[in-house]
């Protein structure tokens, strides 16, 4: 039986979405509708990507009896009211990141899944990606030694678009950019809350960070550091230096297609698009949503590979790093 996927938003990141999970078996994987705000803007992305059913409201698509699982990609500051109106519909969700504002808005999101008995990931899609599972493996045989420092870094020149740097859009570099490299570090040390963040970071006149710096210190000595930046383009790489060795994750360390481990290169190919994708290497989404059907198929109601802990983790880190920067959105003032 296919895992029937319904997409909340037209937008890009829903169209590359689109593109992924047609790269997975049908048999598997099917898009049975999709909603946006304007009901010619999801009959338009219907007939583009061939899906049956178009609404123009997402509470008809959280009414509708024939979805299995609900793919979130409107921008992040209407992730609570959106997961809130397809929890309360008892519909599955994989929502894309940040899971929200703030971790109270995270908490919210995480209690209603719970109350509701329905499955709730957040789409960090990369940590499903083949570099990441040979990260992990690697990592839990004990092949680096102990891991000693993780370095990231994610900077692209962003400040010409709205979402990016306008404060009521969840503009800033953190939850764009950063929450990657955050996803990183935390995923490298297993979900361990670090002892100490240090951030500095500057803002623009929007009130939201362009560039973040931030240094982590984790038990036993361990530390990780990353920055984020929407205003120049950074490296974009990370490094895991443990006492045995380094991997090293090349550019796009958020979609990672290679791996260099102890100086040798192995490549992690992806599929081809069959239409132009909105950004990098975005068929590597199809992992994510395969993890969601092999969850719904055992009957979980999260992932172990992003679980709640996971995303509530990446939101208290974010707000301290935010709180340490100066950035407050208004959905942290009530």
Known sequence: ????????????????????????????????????????????????????????????????????????????????????????????????????????????ILAS??????????????????????????????????????????????????????????????????????????????????????ASGVCLETEVDETVAVVLKFSRNRMAMFSCSAGVELPNDAIIAGTKGTIQIPCPMWCPTSLIVKGKESQYPLPEPYLPLNFINSTGMRYEAEEVRQCLLKGLKESSVMSHADSLLLAELEDEIRRQVGVVYSQDCH
């Open 113 to 198: 899944a719970k109350k509701n008995n329905v499955f709730l990931m957040e789409a960090v899609w990369t940590r499903f990606f083949p570099a990441s599972v040979e990260i992990r493996k690697l990592l839990a045989q004990g092949e680096m030694g102990e891991v000693k420092m993780v370095r990231a870094d994610f900077g692209v020149p962003l400040l010409h678009v709205p979402r990016a740097v306008q404060k009521d859009l969840g503009g800033g570099a953190l939850l764009d950019l950063g929450i990657y490299c955050l996803q990183f570090i935390t995923m490298v040390f297993n979900g361990e809350k670090p002892e100490a963040v240090q």
């Open 1 to 108: 039986m296919a895992t029937r996927w319904g997409i909340c938003s037209a937008g890009k990141i829903s169209h590359d979405f689109t593109v992924a999970l047609k790269t997975l078996p049908s048999e598997d994987h099917q898009v049975v509708a999709v909603a946006a705000r304007k009901l010619e803007d999801a009959q338009e992305f219907a007939k583009k990507h061939s899906i049956p059913q178009a609404y123009g409201s997402y509470e008809e698509l959280a009414r509708d009896p024939n979805i299995d699982v609900v793919y979130v990609g409107v921008i992040h500051p209407y992730h609570l009211k959106t997961c809130l109106l397809f929890t309360n519909a008892k519909k599955n969700i994989l929502c894309e990141k940040p899971l929200a504002m703030n971790t109270k808005e995270v908490k919210e």
